[in-house]
C-alpha cells in the first residue's frame, strides 16, 4: 500500500529564502513520486516527478527534489522564494501511474 | 499538449437536483480517466477510476448511484451527482491518461455548490 506524509500543513518563508516542504512516503513497491502545485480554485500543476531514473530531479519555476530511497523522502527545494511560489503543494506517490495517494498539502506562504 | 478541461468550472445547484460535470482530453485519447473529490483544507480523495468502453471503478465508500461517472468515449467522461445535496458540496478534479504507463494529467476542477 502506498501512502504520503507531509510534515507542515503551513509552511511561511521571507521572500529570497530557501523553500523546503517535506514529504514521506510508503510504499511497498519501488515508486514513483510527484509534487504537484495548486493555486486557490484551481486544479493540480505537476511541478516535477522522480520514475527511477536520476534521484535529484528539477522541475518547472526553479523547484527540484530529491528521492532518498534509505529515507523514504521526497522533499521539495527552491533556493529562493518568489512571491507568486504562494500556494498549496501536494506530494504525491503512485506504483503505476494508476492510483495516485495525496498527502494532506502543504500551504507555502511568502512574506515580502 | 496534454490538456484536460472541465466544463462547468463552477455550478450551484438546489437540494435534490442532479448536476453534470464533463471532463475532456483535448489532445490525446484518454483510457482511462480519474476522479478526485477536494475537501476544503484537504488533499485530493480518489473516487472512481473509469476506463473507456466499461463501468467505472469505485473506492470503498463512495456511493456509485449517487455518483455516476460514464466514460463513454476516449476524450470524455462525465460525473453525475444524482439528488445532491449540501454535503456534497465540494471541488471535484477529474484526471486523464493516455495509456497503461503514462502519467496523469489534470483538469482545472469544478466547484459544486449545493443550497
Known amino acids: 500500500a502506498q501512502s504520503v506524509t507531509q510534515l507542515g500543513s503551513h509552511v511561511s518563508v521571507s521572500e529570497g529564502a530557501l523553500v523546503l516542504l517535506r514529504c514521506n512516503y510508503s510504499?511497498?513497491?519501488?515508486?514513483?513520486l510527484f509534487w504537484y502545485v495548486q493555486y486557490p480554485n484551481q486544479g493540480l500543476q505537476l511541478l516535477l516527478k522522480?520514475?527511477?531514473?536520476?534521484?535529484l530531479v528539477k522541475g518547472i519555476n526553479g523547484f527540484e527534489a530529491e528521492f532518498k530511497k534509505s529515507e523514504t523522502s521526497f522533499h521539495l527545494t527552491k533556493p529562493s522564494a518568489h512571491m507568486s511560489d504562494a500556494a498549496e503543494y501536494f506530494c504525491?506517490?503512485?506504483?503505476?501511474?494508476?492510483?495516485?495517494?495525496f498527502g494532506s498539502g502543504t500551504k507555502l506562504n511568502v512574506k515580502p | 499538449g496534454a490538456v484536460v478541461s472541465q466544463h462547468p468550472s463552477r455550478v450551484i445547484c438546489k437540494s435534490g437536483t442532479s448536476v453534470k460535470i464533463e471532463c475532456r482530453s483535448l489532445?490525446?485519447?484518454?483510457?482511462?480517466m480519474f476522479w478526485y473529490r477536494q475537501f476544503p483544507k484537504k488533499s485530493l480523495m480518489l473516487m472512481a477510476t473509469?476506463?473507456?468502453?466499461?463501468?467505472?471503478?469505485?473506492e470503498q465508500g463512495v456511493e456509485k448511484d449517487k455518483f455516476l461517472i460514464n466514460h463513454a468515449s476516449l476524450t470524455l467522461s462525465t460525473l453525475t451527482v444524482t439528488s445532491a445535496h449540501p454535503e456534497d458540496s465540494s471541488f471535484y478534479i477529474c484526471?486523464?491518461?493516455?495509456?497503461?504507463?503514462?502519467?496523469?494529467?489534470f483538469g482545472p476542477g469544478t466547484r459544486l455548490t449545493v443550497t
Open positions: 484526471s486523464a491518461r493516455q495509456g497503461g504507463w503514462y502519467e496523469q494529467y
Open positions: 473509469s476506463n473507456e468502453g466499461s463501468k467505472a471503478t469505485y
Open positions: 510504499s511497498s513497491v519501488p515508486p514513483y
Open positions: 504525491a506517490v503512485s506504483d503505476n501511474f494508476n492510483k495516485f495517494y
Open positions: 522522480y520514475t527511477s531514473a536520476a534521484t
Open positions: 489532445d490525446f485519447q484518454a483510457t482511462t
